[in-house]
């Protein structure tokens, strides 16, 4: 059974400063997806990543993929208060998603 | 173009009652999936629709939980005699032609078992 773990669930930034948030999943797969959740609002799509060694940038943040480690992170540079939301890894299987639970980001001045 | 739209956003019901919740795809993709999301917790998967088939229904929780896709686009998803667990955001997604496609999500709706 695929599983998929964040971590942190929970991470209180300062602004412009940089962090980083990490997706471990247990099985092969190779399709790893980035979505971001705004309090009561659906799912808005960031990242899809294809292949081992994929990055892909959009503003603020960065999600790499190395399937070798089953393993993906997304980096936020230099945090702003916009980005606080939480945000989803989620991994193909068999045509599904399989999501972890979440990462909890929060910006504070 | 349109999005993926669902209605109703929220639905408040009793325990024991019989509710329908509706997915209007985005219009070309033939691979909708449905989705629940659990407070605090990320969206679990229910069931996949390839056309008008069910592709992989092994997430529906048991036998109250049934859906359809008559025609291979709008699609209900039917839970019967509710019960106080099945409260949650039922999201709905889309995607081109199944495995591989990225899925986009719908608003979701918001149903509450008293």
């Known amino acids: 059974e695929l599983k998929v773990e964040q971590n942190p669930l929970f991470l209180s930034m300062q602004e412009k400063k940089n962090y980083t948030i990490y997706c471990n999943y247990s099985?092969?797969?190779?399709?790893l997806y980035w979505y971001r959740q705004d309090p009561g609002k659906s799912l808005e799509s960031l990242f899809v990543?294809?292949?081992?060694?994929a990055v892909k940038q959009e503003g603020r943040l960065m999600a790499s993929l190395d399937t070798k480690a089953r393993l993906s992170t997304l980096h936020i540079t230099a945090a702003v208060h916009d980005l606080s939301a939480t945000y989803f890894c989620?991994?193909?299987?068999?045509?599904?998603?399989?999501f972890g639970k979440g990462t909890k980001l929060s910006v504070k001045p | 173009g349109a999005g993926v739209s669902q209605t109703p956003s929220n639905k408040v019901t009793e325990k024991g009652k019989y509710v329908e919740l509706r997915c209007d795809p985005i219009?070309?993709?033939?691979?909708l999936y449905w989705y629940r999301q659990s407070l605090g917790q990320g969206p679990e998967f229910l069931i996949y629709?390839?056309?008008?088939?069910?592709?992989?229904d092994s997430g529906l929780p048991n036998d109250r939980f049934f859906a359809v896709r008559p025609e291979g686009s709008v699609s209900t998803l039917k839970i019967q005699r509710t019960e106080r667990g099945d409260s949650a955001v039922y999201l709905c997604?889309?995607?081109?032609?199944?495995?591989?496609?990225?899925?986009?999500f719908g608003p979701g709706t918001r149903l509450t078992v008293l």
């Open positions: 099985t092969t797969s190779d399709r």
């Open positions: 990543l294809l292949s081992n060694g």
């Open positions: 997604a889309s995607s081109l032609a199944g495995a591989g496609n990225e899925q986009f």
């Open positions: 629709f390839q056309g008008t088939g069910a592709a992989d």
């Open positions: 219009s070309g993709h033939t691979a």
């Open positions: 989620a991994v193909e299987s068999q045509g599904n998603l399989i």
